[in-house]
T-cell receptor, first 114, second 110 residues
Framework: DTGVSQDPRHKITKRGQNVTFRCDPI?????LYWYRQTLGQGPEFLTY????????KSRLLSDRFSAERPKGSFSTLEIQRTEQGDSAMYLC????????????FGEGSWLTVV | AQRVTQPEKLLSVFKGAPVELKCNYS??????LFWYVQYSRQRLQLLLR??SRESIKGFTADLNKGETSFHLKKPFAQEEDSAMYYC????????????FGEGTQLTVNP
């Protein structure tokens, strides 16, 4: 197992376009998180899933953002009608709640909106 | 509401000197506290958690509930300790989300 993987690692898009990020958690991890990080800030929580159920969404997650985890394995985060303020690193993380709860992070997906 | 404060954005020490990275938190219940580290060009990774009461890479951190602090300490810094350090808090429920501080960039000079 290579850990949490995210794709793409970098994305440059024009304002107004839609983008989608994918996260593959560590296998058999039942909980998956999305965070956003901007320069000079710590990661900020966006949303998380317990298996396929989305259990919590931050107020940071506007209507233009949607996340899914349809089969309880990989997850996607879509941003519609991107704005320059969406430029950030989008981090995915996962954990197995039954075994120690250590949260493991992916390397992140850099989004630049031009 | 839960909040984590790391008052120092930058911290620079010389190799062999003691280092302390400060972390204060605000939480109404019984939190679980963590330190995460991000080395250059690497992913964020767990350094230590207060419930483990262990020393990792020579670092220790003690939870002080009276002062609501969880400072990270190492008696003799090494150049390879240079990294970004984030203090984080979890509400305690199994797998609860983490709230991060803004991070402290530690530089250990030769």
């Amino acid at each position: 197992d290579t850990g949490v993987s995210q794709d793409p690692r970098h994305k440059i898009t024009k304002r107004g376009q839609n983008v989608t990020f994918r996260c593959d958690p560590i296998s058999e991890h039942n909980r998956l998180y999305w965070y956003r990080q901007t320069l000079g800030q710590g990661p900020e929580f966006l949303t998380y899933f317990q298996n396929e159920a989305q259990l919590e969404k931050s107020r940071l997650l506007s209507d233009r953002f949607s996340a899914e985890r349809p089969k309880g394995s990989f997850s996607t985060l879509e941003i519609q009608r991107t704005e320059q303020g969406d430029s950030a690193m989008y981090l995915c993380a996962s954990t197995q709640t039954a075994s120690g709860n250590t949260i493991y992070f992916g390397e992140g997906s850099w989004l630049t909106v031009v | 509401a839960q909040r984590v404060t790391q008052p120092e954005k930058l911290l620079s020490v010389f190799k062999g000197a003691p280092v302390e990275l400060k972390c204060n938190y605000s939480y109404s219940g019984s939190p679980e506290l963590f330190w995460y580290v991000q080395y250059s060009r690497q992913r964020l990774q767990l350094l230590l958690r207060h419930i483990s009461r262990e020393s990792i890479k020579g670092f220790t951190a003690d939870l002080n509930k009276g002062e609501t602090s969880f400072h990270l300490k190492k008696p003799f810094a090494q150049e390879e300790d240079s990294a970004m350090y984030y203090c984080a808090l979890s509400g305690g429920a199994s797998g609860s989300r983490l709230t991060f501080g803004e991070g402290t960039q530690l530089t250990v000079n030769p």
